[in-house]
Every structure is written in C-alpha cells, then in structure tokens.
C-alpha cells in the first residue's frame, strides 16, 4: 500500500474537515498513512485515540474507521497475493477502489480465500472487483465452504496461516461440499433442465418445520432432518411448487443410504450430488429412486441419473414450511 508523505496527509486532512467527500477506500489509504509515519504523534496520545477524535470531526464511529483501515490491509494482502501468483494481474489502488466493493465484501474474500482453490479465489475477486457479484451471493459461499476451516479463525496475529490443510480428509471432503454446493446453486436451472423457470429457490441448511411428528419412509423413522439444500422451483406460473432436496456428500461411508431413505418423503423429488474426486463413490450404491448429482473436474454439474418421485404430502407441506422459514430468515 502506497504511503503518503506528512504534508499530503495533512493536505487530505485539510480537504475532508472542509467537507469534501471521500470514499472507505480513500479514508482506509489515509489511516493506514496515518499511523504508517507516525503522523498522530504530537497530536494524540495514541493511534487509536487519534482515530476516536477524527472520526467525531467527520461523524464516523471508532469501530467503523477501524474497519475500513482493515479491510483495505486485507485488499492489498488479497492484491499483492493474486499479482505474485499472476503476474499478468493488475488490480487497482486502495483509493481507486469503487464504494460497491465494500469492506464486508473484502473481508468475506479473505475468508474465501483461505478455503477455496488459488484461481477460482482470484476469478472471484476479479468479479468483486468488477461488481458483478452481491455481496449475499459471497456470504452464501463463505457458508457453504465455512465448515472446511472446522472452527478455525482467523483471528489473532497470524490469521494468514490458517488455511485449509488438503491433506486432511475431513477438511477435504468439507472444500468439496463447499465447492459442491456453488455448483449446484448457480447452475440449477441447467441441470434441472429448465433454463428459464417461472420461479427458483435455492437454500441450504433447510430443516422441515415439524412440531413434534416424525415421517417414516421404507421403515426408517427420522425427526426434524436437515438437507443441505433445497431447491424450490415452479417451471411455469400454473405449475404447483416442486420440491427438490439435496443431500451432499464430499466422501462416502454406508451411513449415507440409510439417511436417505429417512429424508426422501418431505421432498417430491431428493438427490445426492458428489464429487468427481470422492473415493469409493458410485451411483449403483445409492437407492434408484435418488437422482444422482456429480461435480466434474470441468467444475460442471453433470446428471447421472434422474430421480423418481418420492414425497409424501403432509411431509411436503411441513418442508414447504421449513424452505419459507428459512426463506426468510426466521
């Protein structure tokens, strides 16, 4: 990041207590100026005091200033990351920045970037970047590929270290669901075959809304499931709602069917979507009645087979409830 002298920050000071406007990423450039030479000295007893009595003269909180100058070190960590790896990359300024890249959206690609593959990283920052990706679509993605850091922080001073380990099956198989699930969402129309639907939904982590009632299928008997996503789509507007549960799996074991057959009645149609590198994987050991969903090396959603339908009404209706629920965020 780009430092300025004392007299330039003084000059930018100067500008902003006369009420010119400036964006985070400039205020951001400004502060990490500021404390960079030194430039509170003589004018405060401390850094952060100094950013308390600046953020009364032009009206922003302590914690919002704090934030802006941490995202924008995040920015040129992000920056100076992506250009050693590619070269040919050219990123802009801290202070050339648009408002839409916000400092959540920064701090969410950083998180990002401890998880998901080098390049698919910096093709989603370059997105960012470009304000081509809102700002829900990339706290859905830290969602999905979260459980990969299995609890781990970024906190503390060595926040860059903590990184996925690939070499850990568990942590693995969770990038693989993460990287699953992306997928899925944003091809749904495709690999439903229905490239202009009506309406479509997709949500994860969708539990049915049952209160107290159990549903059983095939003699298997589950209370309160929860599917990895949910599709809700409409393929025209006279057609009735269609529900398609999903169940992912970034590594298989036999406990996987048996929790199958317990989820199938509260959707109309239920699917297990994988992954081209998951070991000991193949169609012919899941039930014919799921369709089966796979993540290719060419990071396409691919149809093995089609599923039959498997719901039950009244199991429909409380899952229907459950996707509303959550919908909303209730």
């Given at each position: 990041m780009s430092v300025m002298t004392k007299k330039e920050i003084q000059r930018e000071l100067r500008a902003i207590e006369a009420g010119e406007a400036r964006s985070w990423p400039q205020i951001s450039a400004l502060l990490n100026s500021v404390q960079t030479t030194e430039y509170?000295?003589?004018?405060?007893?401390?850094?952060?005091?100094?950013?308390e009595d600046f953020g009364k003269t032009i009206g922003l909180g302590r914690a919002t200033l704090w934030r802006y100058l941490s995202a924008g070190r995040k920015y040129e960590n992000l920056k100076a990351a992506a250009e050693k790896i590619k070269p040919s990359l050219h990123y802009p300024q801290l202070q050339e920045l648009h408002d839409y890249v916000s400092p959540e959206n920064l701090e969410l690609l950083e998180k990002l970037n401890r998880v998901m593959e080098p390049d698919d990283a910096y093709a989603l920052m370059d997105k960012v970047i470009r304000g081509e990706v809102r700002r829900q679509a990339l706290r859905d993605k830290w969602q999905a590929f979260r459980p990969a850091l299995a609890g781990q922080t970024a906190r503390g001073k060595h926040y860059s270290s903590v990184k996925v380990d690939r070499t850990n099956e568990f942590q693995a198989s969770k990038v693989r669901e993460g990287e699953i699930y992306t997928a899925i969402k944003e091809s749904a129309p495709k690999w439903l075959d229905c490239l202009q639907p009506y309406f479509i939904k997709v949500l994860s982590n969708v539990r049915p809304d049952v209160e107290g009632a159990c549903v059983g299928y095939k003699s298997k008997i589950l209370s309160h499931p929860i599917f990895d996503a949910i599709v809700a789509i409409k393929r025209h507007m006279r057609d009735p709602l269609c529900l398609h549960g999903i169940e992912i799996i970034g590594r298989f074991h036999e406990k996987t069917v048996s929790k199958l057959e317990t989820m199938a009645p509260y959707c109309d149609?239920?699917?297990?979507?994988?992954?081209?590198?998951?070991?000991?994987?193949?169609?012919?050991?899941?039930?014919?009645?799921?369709?089966?969903?796979?993540l290719t090396d060419a990071e396409e959603v691919r149809v093995l087979r089609e599923p039959e339908h498997t719901g039950s009404e009244p199991a429909i209706n409380q899952m229907l409830k459950g996707v509303i629920l959550r919908a909303y965020g209730l």
């Open positions: 509170w000295r003589g004018e405060s007893e401390s850094f952060s005091k100094w950013i149609f239920f699917w297990i979507a994988t992954h081209h590198a998951v070991p000991n994987f193949a169609p012919d050991k899941i039930p014919e009645w799921a369709g089966v969903l796979m």
